[in-house]
Nanobody, 113 residues
Framework: QVQLVESGGGLVQAGGSLRLSCAAS????????MAWYRQAPGKQRELVAV???????NYADSVKGRFTISRDNAQNTVTLQMNNLKPEDTAVYYC???????WGQGTQVTVSS
C-alpha cells in the first residue's frame, strides 16, 4: 500500500531554515507528481509546492523565492527546503502523492518571531 512518511519539522526562529523530507513507498514514485501542503490552525489546507515526474516545479506565491521542492527518484524521496522562514509559515506540513491522493501523517513546523 502507499505510504508517505514526513520528517524534519521542528521549532525555528524567524529567518531560519528547515528541510522537510518525505519517504514514499507502495507505488512507482518516479512516475507521479508529488506535492507539499500545509495547514495552519483554523485554516484550510493549502498547496505549498508541487514537482512533476519530470521535475517541473510550482510554488504558492507566499513561499516563492524562499522554499525549494526537489525529488530523488533513486531514493523515492521528495524534499522541501525552507529558508527565511516567517511566523506565518507555522503549520503542519503534509506530503501528498498524485497516484491515489494519499497523505502522510504530517510534520509540525513552528516559526517563532
Amino acid at each position: 500500500q502507499v505510504q508517505l512518511v514526513e520528517s524534519g519539522g521542528g521549532l525555528v526562529q524567524a529567518g531560519g531554515s528547515l528541510r522537510l523530507s518525505c519517504a514514499a513507498s507502495g507505488f512507482t514514485f518516479r512516475a507521479y507528481t508529488m506535492a507539499w501542503y500545509r495547514q495552519a490552525p483554523g485554516k484550510q489546507r493549502e498547496l505549498v509546492a508541487v514537482i512533476s515526474s519530470g521535475g517541473s516545479t510550482n510554488y504558492a506565491d507566499s513561499v516563492k523565492g524562499r522554499f525549494t521542492i526537489s525529488r530523488d527518484n533513486a531514493q523515492n524521496t521528495v524534499t522541501l527546503q525552507m529558508n527565511n522562514l516567517k511566523p506565518e509559515d507555522t503549520a503542519v506540513y503534509y506530503c501528498n502523492e498524485r497516484y491515489r491522493g494519499s497523505w502522510g501523517q504530517g510534520t509540525q513546523v513552528t516559526v517563532s518571531s
